[in-house]
């Protein structure tokens, strides 16, 4: 009854730093990749608010530019569409400068206009330049007005930077972190060098030598994984329901869920790998080289 119990109470004592510093890894690495679903997600939206306004001509109507509009709204680059009636334009100059121009201007001069929301994929200067040079064609159109060139190159810029940055940081902590576990690991196996080395001379092969120790990480990476994955589940719940609603709007469950999978199967990797190459590394040495490891 108390060999279970001394095994117990062994599994977490050599194993404990290891299922630690994987948690605290693969929660830091989550945090980064929720930050940079976040920053993608925001620049997308950010994207589909640029907007091409299509000024129509004196002799189009409202019915005309309603059209247009529906036929625009197909278009592989339209994110969304609406119309801006004659009198809807005349109400908003008269809302915006608190004058009625029509009296001044002895009638609406106001044409209809169409604005069309792009897609996040064609929201930069070269995608613009092109989309504007096909609604030019249009007859109806007299004029399109296109986002500011120079402020769609810097958000481009802007994101794409961020994203490239938090794929650096990431990759570099896994790296940094495997090498720490490495050795973590290491020193674990390195208290059972003799009984490697005393397995070989009794003809265990070196598959089954290696399981236990396999078996072992195995299940240390994926405590550790799901410690990882409860504290961030634990953390995305508090964001969505209670104190941070606008982050809440750029990482969902359905995000978050593969980054979950992600998380797992990074914690069993990293430290399945690291058992294989600290076993094998004791499975090379003779006898004598045991004392000098």
Known sequence: MKKPKDTKISYW???LTTIVSVTLLLLLVGVITLMGIAAGNAAVELKQKQQVSLIMTDSVTNAQADSLMKRLAKAPYANSARVITRE???ADWNEA???DVS???GGNFFTPEVEISLRAAYACPDSVKMVTARLAKFPEVEEVVTPDAEMLTSMDNFFSRTLLVLG???LAMIVIS???INNTVLLTIYSRRFTIHTMQLV???PGFIRRPFVVNNMLSGLIAALIACLLLGGALEFVVSTQMPDLANY???KEALPVGVGLIAVGIGICVLSALIATNRYLRKDYDELFLS
Do not use: K, M, Y
Request: glycine share 8%.
């Open 251 to 253: 990482i969902s469950w």
């Open 168 to 170: 650096v940081v990431a």
């Open 97 to 99: 400068t608190g004058e």
């Open 178 to 180: 495997f090498v720490l």
């Open 88 to 90: 809807q334009a005349l």
């Open 13 to 15: 004592a050599a194993h």
């Open 103 to 105: 009296v001044i201007a």
């Open 203 to 205: 003809g265990a092969t």
